[in-house]
C-alpha cells in the first residue's frame, strides 16, 4: 500500500498543518547501495541532494537533486529526484516515501525506494531503506547545488502607487517565493581602504574565514566582516557563467597546497579563484611562477569545490592552467580549460582514514 499511497500523495494536495522537520545529513544502506540524503524543509516542502554508490564498486556512484513533500495527514515525507548533478554509472532518478516510528526516535526514518516509472510505482513495492541521521545540519556542494528555496530579487518600490494584491499560491507549489522584509537604510560611517600588500602565498582557513597575503614573513589580516562590492559583483558573474567539472580526485588529509601555473606559452592568462562559492583571490595574472594557496578544507563536507573563473583569454584561447595538488603525500597535477561563457570546476572528494 505504500507505493499507492506514494502516487496519491504526488497528485493529492496537502494541508498546511505544521510539518514535522527532517532537516540534516541522513545516510545508511538500501540493498546493494549506500545512500546519503542532505535535506532542507521548509513547512511542508522538501528540497536538497542524494549520493549513493554501488558497495562492491564505489566508483559507480551519482549525485542527483531532488524535490519532495510532507504528508502531515498520513505522516509520510515524499522525495523524488528531479536532475543528475553526476552519474558515473548506470544509475536513474529514484522515488522515494519515509516515515518515522515513535518507537525509533526522531533520528531514524525507516521507507521504500522506487526506481521505476511514477506509475509503475503502483506494482512495485520498492526497495526497504533505513536511515539514521548522522548531521542536523545538511551537506553543501558550494554553487553546484542552486539555493532551495530562493530569495526573489526585490523590485523597485514606487510612490504613490496602490497596494497589489498577493495571489494565493498553488498548493501543489513545491518551492514557494520567501516574503520580502522592508528594510530602512542606515547610514553607516565610511572606513578608509586598507593598501593591500602584493600577493605571492596565500593562506586560507575555513575555520577562521582568515585570508593571509604574506610578500615576505607576515602577519595574517583581519577578515572583512562583509563582502566588498567588487567581491559581490565577482561572485555573481562567476554564478552566471556555465559549471564544467573538468577534474575530480579523492584525498584523505583535510589540509592541501595548491599551486597553479599557466599552462603552456605564457600568454597573459587572468584568473580568479573560488572555494565553495568563496572568493580565495582576484584577477591574478598566470605565469611560469605558482600562484599558491595553503588551504584548510572546510569542516563536515565530503565534496569540495574549487572554480576557475577566466577574467580574459589572453593572447591564445582558451584561458588554460596546470594545478598541482599536494594533499598529505600525494601530488597530482591536473589541466584545467575556461572561457568566457564557461567555469572550469575541480571536485575535491574528502574521505579521511
Known amino acids: 500500500m505504500k507505493n499507492l499511497l506514494f502516487l496519491l500523495a504526488m497528485l493529492g ?37 542524494s549520493y549513493d554508490y554501488q558497495l562492491a564498486d564505489k566508483s559507480s556512484r551519482c549525485i542527483a537533486l531532488f524535490e519532495g513533500i510532507y504528508d502531515p495527514e498520513r505522516k509520510l515525507w515524499y522525495i523524488y529526484g528531479r536532475r543528475f548533478i553526476e552519474n558515473s554509472g548506470s544509475h536513474v532518478l529514484m522515488k522515494m516515501v519515509f516515515w518515522n516510528d515513535p518507537a525509533d526516535g526522531k533520528n531514524i526514518l ?20 533505513e536511515l539514521k541521521r548522522v548531521s542536523s545540519k545538511p551537506q553543501q556542494l558550494g554553487n553546484l547545488t542552486p539555493p532551495c528555496f530562493p530569495t526573489p530579487p526585490k523590485s523597485a518600490t514606487k510612490k504613490n502607487t496602490a497596494p497589489t494584491i498577493q495571489k494565493t499560491p498553488s498548493p501543489v507549489a513545491l518551492i514557494p517565493s520567501v516574503p520580502k522584509k522592508s528594510t530602512v537604510p542606515v547610514a553607516k ?19 577562521t574565514g582568515v585570508i593571509d597575503e604574506p610578500t615576505k614573513p607576515m602577519k595574517p589580516s583581519a577578515p572583512l566582516p562583509v563582502a566588498s562590492i567588487t567581491e559581490r559583483q565577482l561572485i555573481q558573474k562567476m554564478n552566471a557563467r556555465k559549471q564544467q567539472t573538468q ?14 601555473y599557466d599552462n603552456g606559452t605564457i600568454d597573459n592568462d587572468t584568473v580568479s ?7 580565495l583571490i582576484s584577477k591574478q595574472r598566470l605565469s ?11 569542516e563536515g563536507k565530503i565534496f569540495h569545490e574549487f572554480t576557475m573563473f577566466a577574467e580574459n583569454l589572453g593572447s591564445i584561447p ?12 600525494k601530488r597530482y597535477e591536473l589541466r584545467s580549460k575556461a572561457s568566457l561563457e564557461e567555469n572550469a ?3 575535491i572528494e574528502y574521505k579521511p582514514k
Not at 525507516?110 to 531503506?129: H, Q, Y
Open 345 to 347: 570546476v575541480l571536485i
Open 318 to 329: 582558451p584561458n588554460t592552467a596546470l594545478i598541482v595538488i599536494t594533499a598529505g603525500d
Open 273 to 279: 579563484i573560488f572555494y565553495n562559492g568563496r572568493l
Open 247 to 260: 577534474s575530480k580526485l579523492q584525498i584523505s588529509v583535510s589540509r592541501i597546497n595548491l599551486k597553479v
Open 110 to 129: 525507516k521507507g521504500r525506494v522506487f526506481t521505476s516509472s511514477l506509475m509503475g510505482a503502483m506494482l512495485d513495492d520498492g526497495d526497504p531503506v
Open 288 to 298: 611560469e611562477t605558482a600562484i599558491e594557496l595553503n588551504i584548510d578544507l572546510d
Open 189 to 207: 560611517p565610511s572606513t578608509p581602504k586598507p593598501t593591500p600588500a602584493p600577493q605571492k602565498e596565500t593562506t586560507v582557513s575555513s575555520k
Open 13 to 49: 494536495s496537502f494541508t498546511t498543518t505544521l510539518a514535522q522537520n527532517i532537516v540534516g545529513t541522513w545516510q545508511g544502506n538500501m540493498t546493494n547501495e549506500f545512500i546519503q540524503l542532505n535535506v532542507e524543509q521548509k513547512g511542508n516542502q522538501l528540497c536538497g541532494y
